[in-house]
């Protein structure tokens, strides 16, 4: 066996003891550690269950309450994360290897340019990574566990999607299968388990990167068998968006049968439930890391952040249960952090996306991110509190619908294009569910505006300062040179790459608009407005 082949087959205490002793100690830089929980919404009371999590992070630095992701599905979102990049420049659109989830491609163009990659080979630090990666890590066709992405000094990643029992786990390159006991496989504690080992055993002469990616509460969501009875009295929340028809919206949202039946509402208060007692293992993590990096001393000099790959509904509009749309509570994220030289119990309203976090980190380390590609900005201004901080006023959602060729088994009578249907026929996604939006949040203006990629050419605009449950599509009432220069801000940050992806929005005083642009050669797909479309 190679050295190479011995190290990776060596379990974490050993590799930990072998660390560089090249490395020369110097004035510390801080060290990171980001926790990523799957499919945590924040609109619909997601981060109540966390209450040491609330106190041991939000009370001791900062909350961002305008914090969103760029695509409310789990592989773009996490790919957005890994690389500080909008979907259409690192292409991963969905959670299959066709949609480049953990493809070769992804591997050869985005893997080695990630920011974790750029932490270990250009700042030094040692990368630790435990949890979900990407949906499909893990595929036969794209390597197998075998294949370990660059960046990583300790690999601890989940073969394909989110469970609690019965997995594999890619050891820095070799498979380790679990079981269903829970005292030594269930997940969330095997991942609390593996980073309090990291941290016992990492060399001292380097800081660290630590990225700890929870199954909870995704489904199947499986919760430890001592919190199986809690929050029994707790049910989806019931407000102004619940168990309603999603009148004026896009027609997928429309086919959803209003009112429910009383079986998808106890499925779905069921669903809403366990996905809060998953969390609560997820709780017992974040108190344990707080405790260790106390002990070790190293608490006051890691920055540790809080968030979620994307949010969640639970009856909005009559849709069961899943994300992926364009709204709110599925596009919104809970992000927590803490860290040195931030002032504790602090709440942000600047708009931030995860595409920020790549560069938040890099910056952290010290790296220059005119170096990177990069579509986001750094946090670190704002987590330090810096005034007359120029922020952006706007960012990019883009999604790009899934559905199957056939009709979906569940429901063949709706035909072809759609997928994730539920028994009675409401179906989640489809083909022409593609779109995307300008979230824009400015001194004057809360607004969201979507063209969907159909043969409507449909299109939904949500004053939120006036219907935060955006109920109401004021697409045909809203000013028109609103709608032209939406419009226009759309097709711009749909063709963005790095710093263009940070030009002032519509309401910004920097911003500049030409309707003749709308109709030029650029590139650019250019569309007119009018009722037929609306």
């Not at 990492?202 to 199986?228: D, L, V």
Request: glycine share 6%; charged share 20%.
């Amino acid at each position: 066996m190679s050295p190479a082949a011995l190290l990776r087959a060596l379990p974490l205490a050993a590799l930990l003891l072998l660390g560089p002793a090249r490395a020369v100690r110097q004035a510390r830089r801080p060290n990171v550690v980001l926790i990523l929980t799957d499919d945590q919404d924040v609109c619909l009371g997601g981060m109540t269950p966390l209450k040491k999590t609330n106190a041991l992070i939000a009370q001791m630095g900062i909350t961002f309450v305008n914090a969103y992701v760029p695509s409310a599905l789990c592989c773009p979102s996490r790919a957005s994360i890994l690389t500080g990049k909008y979907p259409h420049n690192h292409h991963v659109v969905n959670n299959t290897l066709e949609g480049n989830c953990s493809s070769k491609l992804w591997q050869k163009i985005q893997e080695p340019y990630t920011f974790p990659a750029l932490l270990k080979s250009m700042c030094g630090y040692q990368t630790f990574f435990a949890g979900k990666y990407l949906n499909e890590y893990g595929a036969e066709d794209a390597g197998g566990v075998g294949h370990v992405p660059p960046g990583w000094s300790f690999w601890y990643a989940l073969e394909k999607n989110s469970k609690y029992y019965n997995y594999t786990l890619s050891v820095n390159g070799k498979a380790r299968r679990h079981g269903e006991n829970y005292s030594v496989d269930y997940l969330t504690d095997v991942l609390a388990n593996m980073s309090l080992d990291f941290l016992e055993y990492k060399s001292n002469f380097e800081p660290f990167f630590m990225m700890i990616a929870t199954p909870a509460p995704h489904s199947p969501w499986t919760p430890a068998p001592q919190y199986t009875k809690s929050f029994q009295n707790v049910s989806a929340p019931r407000n102004s968006n619940f168990n309603i028809h999603g009148k004026n919206k896009h027609w997928l949202i429309r086919q959803a049968k209003t009112p429910m039946s009383n079986s998808s509402i106890q499925f779905l208060d069921d669903a809403y439930r366990k996905r809060w007692q998953t969390l609560l293992s997820v709780d017992d993590l974040i108190e344990k890391l707080v405790k260790k990096l106390e002990v070790n001393g190293e608490l006051d000099n890691t920055y540790i952040i809080y968030t979620s790959d994307n949010g969640y509904h639970t009856g909005q509009f009559s849709l069961p249960i899943d994300k992926r749309q364009l709204y709110e509570f599925d596009i919104k994220v809970p992000l927590l952090v803490r860290g040195p030289g931030i002032k504790p119990n602090q709440t942000n309203k600047m708009l931030v996306a995860n595409i920020d976090l790549g560069p938040t980190i890099l910056d952290i380390a010290g790296y220059d991110l005119n170096k990177t590609q990069m579509d986001g900005m750094s946090l670190l201004p704002l987590l330090r509190g810096d005034k007359n901080v120029t922020w952006r006023s706007d960012f990019l959602v883009e999604y790009q619908g899934e559905g199957y060729n056939g009709s979906d088994p569940t429901c063949p009578g709706l035909g072809p294009g759609v997928t994730h249907c539920f028994p009675d026929c409401v179906c989640e996604d489809s083909y022409n569910n593609t779109y995307a939006c300008v979230r824009t949040l400015s001194a004057a203006w809360d607004l969201q505006y979507c063209e969907f990629d159909d043969r409507e050419v449909f299109v939904e605009v949500y004053n939120l300062t006036a219907d935060p449950h955006q109920i109401n599509n004021i697409a045909k009432t809203i000013d028109q040179e609103i709608l032209e220069k939406m419009n226009y801000r759309l097709m711009m940050l749909q063709s963005c790459s790095g710093a263009t992806c940070r030009t002032p929005g519509v309401f910004d005083p920097g911003y500049r608009f030409d309707p003749r642009l709308m109709f030029s050669n650029h590139g650019l797909r250019a569309r007119r407005f009018s009722a037929q479309f609306l």
